[in-house]
């Protein structure tokens, strides 16, 4: 199968620090993944398409200076909340794009728990 | 951009019924139509999926159907089970950027013995 990891799956930070979260594709390589945010009882909200070896590309509204995105290889794609704030506090979830039988098929991680005191 | 819409919001089912989700889309363009089932507080995992070019999948007590014409597609799901209980997400390829997905808002689906 297709198996994402994605590392921390719990974080409590102080306001104002930053935040690193590892989203990993372990038996597949992934040139496109994306990183969405989900809030309580809520759908997916897409944040950013994370791309291999070029910029990422964020959705409307999405701050790219507070939400920092790299992915430097074709396994491993990073967010990092920069100046952390109560209301980032979020369940965030990556996922990487796998082609299967012709079609491109996402693949979530496990998702982090941002709790910002 | 593509719009899709879920319904119905929560569905609580008796062990052993059936269960049926309803998505519908607006890009004509559309060919491929996910199902994700997320647990509470776990990853999303796709349970299913369908192309365009067919109507109907199946897959043990899952299936989804799809009607081009009207835009929609359904999962059903039958003899459900306790561990049926989880959240089901439907989605259609967003048309603004390749690879990207557009959601349904979600049903929440409560199997009771």
């Known amino acids: 199968g297709a198996v994402v990891s994605q590392h921390p799956s719990w974080v409590i930070c102080k306001s104002g620090t930053s935040v690193k979260i590892e989203c990993r594709s372990l038996d597949f390589q992934a040139t496109t993944m994306f990183w969405y945010r989900q809030f309580p009882k809520q759908s997916l909200m897409l944040m950013a398409t994370s791309n291999e070896g070029s910029k990422a590309t964020y959705e409307q509204g999405v701050e790219k200076d507070k939400f920092l995105i790299n992915h430097a290889s074709l396994t491993l794609s990073t967010l990092t909340v920069t100046s952390a704030h109560p209301e980032d506090s979020s369940f965030y979830i990556c996922s990487a794009n796998r082609l299967a039988g012709g079609q491109n098929i996402q693949y979530f991680g496990a998702g982090t728990r941002l709790s910002v005191l | 951009g593509e719009n899709v819409e879920q319904h119905p919001s929560t569905l609580s089912v008796q062990e052993g019924d059936s269960a049926v989700i309803k998505c519908t889309y607006s890009?004509?363009?559309?060919?491929?139509f996910p199902w994700y089932k997320q647990e509470l507080g776990k990853r999303p995992q796709l349970i299913i999926d369908?192309?365009?070019?067919?109507g109907e999948k199946k897959d043990q007590r899952i299936a989804v159907t799809l009607n081009k014409t009207a835009k929609h597609f359904s999962l059903h799901i039958t003899e459900t089970q306790p561990e049926d209980s989880a959240v089901y997400f439907c989605?259609?390829?967003?048309?603004?950027?390749?690879?990207?997905?557009?959601f349904g808002a979600g049903t929440q689906v409560v199997v009771t013995p």
């Open positions: 989605a259609a390829p967003r048309t603004d950027s390749w690879g990207k997905l557009q």
């Open positions: 890009d004509s363009a559309s060919n491929y």
């Open positions: 369908i192309r365009s070019n067919v």
